[in-house]
């Protein structure tokens, strides 16, 4: 009895492959059908002749998903069976959403197995000559009104095209056209864009004269180019006997675009950055390895060593690359990060490949180029995305980096200026002033028996008071200790004292706030070299000079009551130069308000 039950249970489980398909019924508002469950099938090792195929309909078994096989050089024959109920002849046509099949053909047989119509096609037959002058392979079918027929389609791949999967879609003729037309138009939005993103890679190349944006066009163009080989366009386009209408041209087109994908990831992550050593040389082997391929590939064509050597290589990079994207992510990377916005519609898409009629739902649309299309656009253009960040983030981090140099060169003349007038403001002092000093003792003395010296010690003494005045100038004495107020109140005494034309006053409010030494002798530079211009040029009877410290920066100016300066003036001397390279160096403000009642000079000086 147990055996009974596990022979029905059997017979059950059978059932569904012993079982025919059902009949596809083409309704008034039939416009277009994958096929998926509405057909069966049947291998062979040696072609049949159309008529004794009528005799081995029973031994074809139904298959529930979208066909699909190896690269076998098999012949393999799709069955179904349409039904038209109209009352008008029912124009269809049979669409194959693959390329590279040495032959495809439709045969229509009646109920009683009379062949009625018979149209073929194949990837070397050129588009002029096809049923139907489209890229890949449509053929027309004609089902007469009331009637049923069964249409056979014949298939035959050879190992090198690499297609595993029949993706056949049944239009009505009018849908036909319209599909076709959509289609074509996505085919070329893709490949204007891709053709965007190659000239735009080009343009950053040139622009940059860094290769990585190079690496990125040739990529683009790679992929470009399989797409055109496998979508048959390059036939299309009347390529047909040359050597890019074959599927060698596409299979080294792969291998280019992921040895093209490798150098230009490689740079475009900066592994160097975050990886190790040994990964870092891993990556760079698979890819050159891949690359080598390539080009064995070109030489000596489509051969089982290199075919073998390809796959090895491109697993081993595929596990170098996404240890570097997994590490790099880890690692929060820039260019980790565009990798993998770019690539997860891929990956979906590929995983969704590998699991559809097994852990997931079978979707045939999706083995189609207008569904693909778009995966790939997106990663094209994210990666185009994340080249005008990395240029962008390249040009901050060189525009950084000038301004570093810039700052150091201008810290490095201006301590070399600070020094030089520290030396000059001492040999002033020591020597010089040594010098006059003792003159002027020497004629004190001799005055006493000679009146007549006195004016002699007048000019010594207006010598060494100028003397003092210009190594003040040159270096306060004592600034580190002093700070910038007082030493700027000993600035404004001795400006007093040198000169009668203006009277000098200095207008300090808040609590001092010292400087950096640095940031603080730069500062009095600037202030001194504003009242050494407004004493000389403004003509006036009044300068103030104001420090205010608030609580982020010290403000001070120098105001005067003078004839003003005029625009061309602002821009000359170079007193002027140098006080807005030492602004500059500070990053503070300096502005210069001027009329015909006089001057103020402004500057912001932030306390770091």
Known sequence: MRWLHIFW?????????????????????????????????????????????????????????????????????????????????????????????????????????????????????????????????????????????????????????????????LYDEGEFGVAMTRELLIQGGLYGCLLLAILFGLLLAVYTRHWLYGLYSLYVAAQAAYALNINGLFDYLHFQNGWVGTPLFGYTMVLASIALQGHFYLRFLRIANFAGLWLRRYAQLTVWALTGLVVAGLLLGDGWPIRQGANLATQAYLLGMFACLGLGVWRRQAGAIWMLAALTPVLLLLTYYLLSGWLLPLYMPAFTMPFVSPVLLVEVLVLGAGLAYRFNEDRRQALLRLNEVEQETTRRIMQAQEDERQQLAANLHDDLGGTLSALRGELSRTNETNPELAPAIRLTERAVDDLRLISHHLMPTAFAQKGLRQVLEEAVDLANRAQTEATVRLVGHGQEHRLPPDREINTYRIVRELLANALKHAQAGQITLQLIYYDTFLYASVEDDGKGIGEPTRSQGIGLKTTRLRADYLHATLITESGPMGTLVSLEVPYA
């Open 9 to 169: 249970l059997l017979v059950i489980g059978a059932e569904p492959l012993l079982a025919s398909p059902p009949t596809l019924q083409l309704s008034s508002d039939f416009r277009r059908s994958v096929l998926v469950g509405y057909l069966s099938r049947f291998d062979t090792t040696a072609p049949l002749p159309p008529a004794q195929l009528a005799t081995l309909w029973p031994r074809f078994r139904p298959v529930a998903a979208v066909v699909g096989y190896g690269d076998d050089s098999r012949h393999h024959y799709l069955m179904l069976t349409v039904y038209n109920p109209t009352a008008a002849p029912r124009r269809l046509v049979m669409g194959l959403e693959q390329f590279f099949f040495d032959t495809i053909a439709v045969y229509t047989y009646t109920p009683a197995g009379v062949l009625e119509l018979a149209s073929q096609s194949g990837w070397r037959v050129p588009v002029r000559h096809r049923p139907l002058p489209y890229p890949l392979h449509n053929l027309p079918v004609v089902i007469p009104p009331h009637a049923t027929r069964r249409l056979m389609v014949h298939t035959k791949v050879n190992v090198h095209q690499r297609v595993s999967k029949a993706l056949l879609t």
